[in-house]
């Protein structure tokens, strides 16, 4: 039995998973996530489907944010940060050389974990990917008002659009950054623990919100929020860190990845239960 | 009591603390130490207002009788006719050369350095030299200027009889002189952008280019100016580099007028150099001369400096407040 | 295995915008390029013209024999009894030790006064206390050397060395000495106050907590724990001592065409930056080459001494950068 439980992350049973299901958006295979030397996360498998929302739990430092930066190349940014393996998007490899990360970063949005809008007014942050990437001034207006409806943040702050971001609160600071990745009309959104910053009312909202996206988008959620895990998403990975014996570096890896029912109800990996059910962590 | 008292002690050692802090002030060898530092600010205070009083005092009798007749007139070789006309012309032009090459020169090192640079050999040989160019001492550069500008202008574009020792060798050499300040104090105004706002930028979609022109520059702006203000004011009050380039102290060969763009091929002076010469003549008569020629310096240079300074107190507390 | 690959260049990006991209990461790349231009046309042209005085020295012109009075020159004129260029003596050593004279007596006046400042700044005064009086450091920093230098002609030599020394006159090294003092304290406080600020409060919370009086933490925490920071804002403000060229060209009285060896500050000198500017700014035009390159072989001595003091402050700065 132990023996079939380590199995769900290697190869096979991914392409099982893979198989199942055609609408695999992004795929990510034998990844492994360098800063320098140092490898924070190794060999992750994790198809993400289209429509669907993904979470990524584990204990603090064990690699979300960066497996979840390399999803959009954001790692980039970093100096001595690098990528193993393979990450495609619609089949396509991310860090393959015909690739621009400006792209993928339009096509593959993300919010971060504290709200981060331009210090600039609100409609300013909405048109300023769109600006970027060349759609024409006349579309801005309905743009604006689509994303922020998307966002659920229109009715509060269409009287205002042209006040500073930065007077709003934390919770539509946040809903206008999630407003903001729309704009730019992108396939998923990358969320690095998006609520951790909010009170629950706010994250409540936010998580209706990215139920309501879902249809639209993909998502790909980092959150330490166990509840939040199991009450919005459709697949869950759970991840955790190791000392790795040859750098004796603590390495995050991926325990199990599979529907988020079966991951809080019935997991394979007994460091997923204890994970879950709060007795480590 | 295990569990007792170590509380009962860390109570104890908070309100010995309290006593301490609130007592900091009262305890004698506190208060003359503490007196003691004071006491060498107020001795920069005082040497200051010395200084200003003396200047302010000694050119008194030219500033209330003939300022505007000051201004207007050149060197002469009589205190009473003599005025600051020519220098101030060289400082504007001076100037001119620090804001056109130097601002956006050093701005964009300063923008390499802390937004392209990948931090290989190369970034690392930039970072060194810059931080020893901006210890070289003025005086060197006037060494460059001399050897290159001057070098270059002589019997070239400029009047014949300058010898290359023209308005726009001085002008370039302040320029170099202020390049390793602007870019040093551009670079730290860009770092202490906050990252989450360039995350925010790239998470869009930006190119570096589009991040750095829409979000960083407009964020690190306040603080750019300040520290190029601040190495134009220097600029504009260093004299050494200038004898070096060869500025003249004495009546010019130039008659061109204020914004005569002519003025950069031929001879120049400036305030600094004028300060020099009029301070150098024998006779109690160039004092006030000397004097009021440092008002006027004083003026133009601490205004830049007060210009500076409020600018960042202004944004400082606007951002705080935020 | 995935989903079907629905176009090749999906994620290829806008060309355009890539090429600008480049374009300006060029653009700034070249105008930080051009620090190192600078750095080597000052570093050449002091070789150069340093090369060919030194060369002058080994194989004296006919022009510059004529000028001496024996008909000889060689290297050992760099090691005479006076500084007269227009005679063919260039003793180094009487600006070299003029310099270190202006420097001793320029440190003794910043090095306490900066520190005490900087002392008062970072451990005693309120925000608000500190946002009033710090100013009086930076407009200090930004009063130009020549005003300063007018000031140490005018006001201290005068009033300040000759009222306390009978042998001085208005015009000496320790009036120099005192106005590149007075230039440097804000130098000294500013990189001290720092230095003293990133001091991480921990340690000053340790030891209130143990009972220590705030004269106490700021002299036997704070200043140990600081001292790297400390000791570069001294070799720093020594470097400008050294290179201040105004104060002593106007206060110390020597004549850059001849300077007599001296070791007592009350005395006129000059300095090599002085003599620098006094050679530049000689209107004689007959002077000879020779003597007139001089000015860039002590140039020469005055940049390397500058950069390693420059050099040797980094490194603790970058010390104190390491330690918090
Ligand atoms: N820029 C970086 N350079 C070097 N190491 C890094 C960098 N960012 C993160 N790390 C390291 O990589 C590992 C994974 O970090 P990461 O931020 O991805 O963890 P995380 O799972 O998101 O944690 P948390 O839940 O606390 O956000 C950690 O050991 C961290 O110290
Ligand atoms: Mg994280």
Redesign the pocket.
Known sequence: MTEVRHMSVDETSTEDLVAEDSSVIMDVSDVSVY??S?R??RDVHMPVRQHEITAMI??????????LRSLNRMNDL?E??RVEGMITYQGIDLYGPRVDPVEVRRRIGMVF?KPNPFPKSIEENITFGPRIAGIPKSEFPELVERSLRSAALWDEVKDRLNDSALGLSGGQQQRLCIARAIATKPDILLM??PCSALDPIATGRIEDLMQELKSDYTIVI?T?NMQQAARVSDRCAF?TTEVDSVSD??T?QLVEYDRTEKIFSNPADERTENYVTGRFG | MALTAPIVDADKTAERVRARIESGGRDPKDIGFRWLMFGTLLFSLLVLSVLIYDVVGDSWSILSERFMDFLARPSRSRPDEAGVFTGLRGTFWIGVFVIVLSFPIGIGAAIYLEEYASGGWFTRLIDVNIRNLAGVPSVVYGILGFTIFVGFFNQRFSDANAFGKVTAAGGLTLAVLSLPIVIITSAEAIRAVPQSLREAGYGVGATKWEVVRNHVLPYAAPGILTGTLLSLARALGEAAPLILVGAIRGKLGSDAGFFDLRQLGEQFTAMPIMITEYASKPGEDWVPVTAAAIVILLLVVLGFNAAAVLLRNRFESKREGK | MTAPVLDQNLLAGNPKRRNKEKTVGAIFTVAAGLSLVVSLLIVGSLVFKAGSFLGDLINPPEDALAETRDGMISLSNLWSEQWAPRFMQFDIKTLLVASIIVTIVAMAVAGPIGLGAAIYLSEYASPRVRRILKPVLEVLAGIPSVVLGFFALRWIGPNVVANMFESAGNQSLLAAGLGVGLLTIPLVASISEDAMRSVPNALREASAGLGARKFTTSTKIVLPAAVSGLVAAFIVATSRAIGETMVVFLAAGGSGNSAQFTLSPLDRGATMTAAMASQASGTDGTIVETAFNSLFFVGAVLFVITLTLNVIADRFVRRVRQQY
């Open positions: 800063y320098g140092f924070a996360v584990g204990p603090s430092g064990c690699g979300k944010s960066t497996l970093i001595g940060a974990q690095d623990e980092v330490h991840f570096r603590r995050g």
